[in-house]
């Protein structure tokens, strides 16, 4: 047993309704000359670089040991900033995370354009070290600082029409140099079921290692669904929408054979190409033993029920 079993989320941890204030209600709350004390927890806003105060511990965190900071933030894939393991460090000064702003649309009551100052509500942050285990058979253990994503979802009131959601990163060349050659077709693409999106395990993640994300770590806010293969994790997040249909995703929209939608992380369904029944942690040395997977990546008695039904070697 990799991690240990959380009670459900607690009371304390639900953001209440008045709590939140999208866009356009705060706007409509300054034209009725409504004030917001700047010095409540809920007016403060996400830094933009360096340490994230009080962030809180969470029970769902492995008891493994992180990687380090140098490995977490110079071993990474992010396509749009090249396609080498060091190169999204080495080009990561050209992304601007700020400002920031997030589309949200499609089967919610609530839909529009917000800051991502008013998306991300510090005071709720935790961390969360999940292990990220990467399709390429390699794998890594990060102290993420993030928000659960079906809190931040909730609050825009997906209608039963939500069966899915998808999401796509920024898309400005000059920012994610990568995004010149066609490695993939851009922008990147990445989907979650509801169930999958909703489940208490799946983060929006701001920040590493207590500190603001690194914009090759997915700046200013990227996915991470530790059950899943790391490419599902996607990084600098510009849009959200809510689908009835199951969205196009990007690595299976290039390599269908070798990459499906729901990318479970199963030891016992291999890629066409290697065996998926062991990873190398990465930073271990040369001489380090393999590691055996697990299925859902150690997370199965939280998610397995998720895909009651559901063939897994069919559907991976
Ligand atoms: N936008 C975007 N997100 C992305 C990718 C990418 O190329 N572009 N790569 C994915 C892959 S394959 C992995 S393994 C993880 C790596 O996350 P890390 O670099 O923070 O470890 O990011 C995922 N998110
Ligand atoms: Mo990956």
Same mark, same amino acid.
């Given at each position: 047993?990799?991690?240990? %079993?959380?009670?459900?989320?607690?009371?304390?941890?639900?953001?209440?309704?008045?709590?939140?204030?999208?866009?356009?209600?705060?706007?409509?709350?300054?034209?009725?000359?409504?004030?917001l004390p700047a010095c409540s927890p809920q007016a403060a806003e996400l830094p933009a670089e360096?340490?994230? +105060?009080?962030?809180?511990?969470?029970?769902?965190?492995?008891?493994?040991?992180?990687?380090?900071?140098?490995?977490?933030?110079?071993?990474?894939?992010?396509?749009?900033?090249?396609?080498?393991?060091?190169?999204?460090? %080495?080009? @990561?000064?050209?992304?601007?995370?700020?400002?920031?702003?997030?589309?949200?649309?499609?089967?919610?009551?609530?839909?529009?354009?917000?800051?991502?100052?008013?998306?991300?509500?510090?005071?709720?942050?935790?961390?969360?070290?999940?292990?990220?285990?990467?399709?390429?058979?390699?794998?890594?253990?990060?102290?993420?600082?993030?928000?659960?994503?079906?809190?931040?979802?909730?609050?825009?009131?997906p209608t039963s029409d939500a069966k899915y959601v998808a999401f796509k990163p920024l898309v400005?060349?000059?920012?994610?140099?990568?995004?010149?050659?066609?490695?993939?077709?851009?922008?990147? %693409?990445?989907?979650?079921?509801?169930?999958?999106?909703?489940?208490?395990?799946?983060?929006?993640?701001?920040?590493?290692?207590?500190?603001?994300?690194?914009?090759?770590?997915? +700046?200013?806010?990227?996915?991470?669904?530790?059950?899943?293969?790391?490419?599902?994790?996607?990084?600098?997040?510009?849009?959200?929408? #809510?689908?009835?249909?199951?969205? @196009?995703?990007?690595?299976?929209?290039?390599?269908?054979?070798?990459?499906?939608?729901?990318?479970?992380?199963?030891?016992?369904?291999?890629?066409?190409?290697?065996?998926?029944?062991?990873?190398?942690?990465?930073?271990?040395?040369?001489?380090?033993?393999?590691?055996?997977?697990?299925?859902?990546?150690?997370?199965?008695?939280?998610?397995?029920?998720?895909?009651?039904?559901?063939?897994?070697?069919?559907? #991976?």
């Amino acid at each position: 047993m990799l991690i240990k %079993r959380p009670d459900p989320i607690r009371p304390s941890e639900i953001t209440s309704e008045s709590n939140y204030l999208n866009r356009r209600q705060l706007m409509a709350g300054l034209a009725a000359g409504i004030a917001l004390p700047a010095c409540s927890p809920q007016a403060a806003e996400l830094p933009a670089e360096g340490e994230l +105060a009080n962030v809180a511990k969470s029970p769902y965190s492995t008891d493994e040991t992180p990687n380090s900071y140098e490995d977490v933030t110079t071993y990474n894939n992010f396509y749009e900033l090249g396609t080498g393991k060091s190169d999204p460090a %080495r080009n @990561a000064q050209y992304l601007k995370p700020r400002p920031w702003s997030i589309e949200v649309s499609g089967a919610a009551e609530n839909t529009g354009t917000f800051d991502l100052e008013d998306f991300i509500k510090p005071h709720q942050l935790e961390e969360r070290i999940y292990r990220l285990r990467c399709v390429e058979a390699w794998s890594m253990v990060v102290p993420w600082v993030g928000i659960p994503l079906g809190d931040i979802l909730k609050r825009f009131k997906p209608t039963s029409d939500a069966k899915y959601v998808a999401f796509k990163p920024l898309v400005a060349p000059e920012q994610l140099p990568g995004q010149r050659y066609r490695t993939l077709a851009w922008p990147y %693409r990445e989907g979650l079921t509801i169930a999958e999106a909703m489940h208490p395990l799946t983060i929006m993640a701001v920040g590493v290692y207590g500190r603001v994300l690194p914009n090759q770590n997915g +700046a200013p806010m990227r996915l991470v669904v530790p059950w899943k293969y790391g490419f599902k994790s996607i990084k600098s997040i510009v849009s959200i929408s #809510f689908e009835r249909n199951e969205p @196009a995703t990007s690595w299976n929209m290039s390599q269908p054979r070798e990459y499906g939608f729901y990318a479970n992380v199963n030891p016992e369904v291999d890629h066409p190409r290697w065996s998926q029944a062991t990873e190398r942690r990465i930073g271990g040395g040369l001489f380090a033993p393999r590691i055996d997977t697990q299925p859902f990546n150690g997370y199965g008695q939280e998610v397995a029920s998720l895909y009651d039904g559901l063939d897994l070697r069919r559907y #991976f």
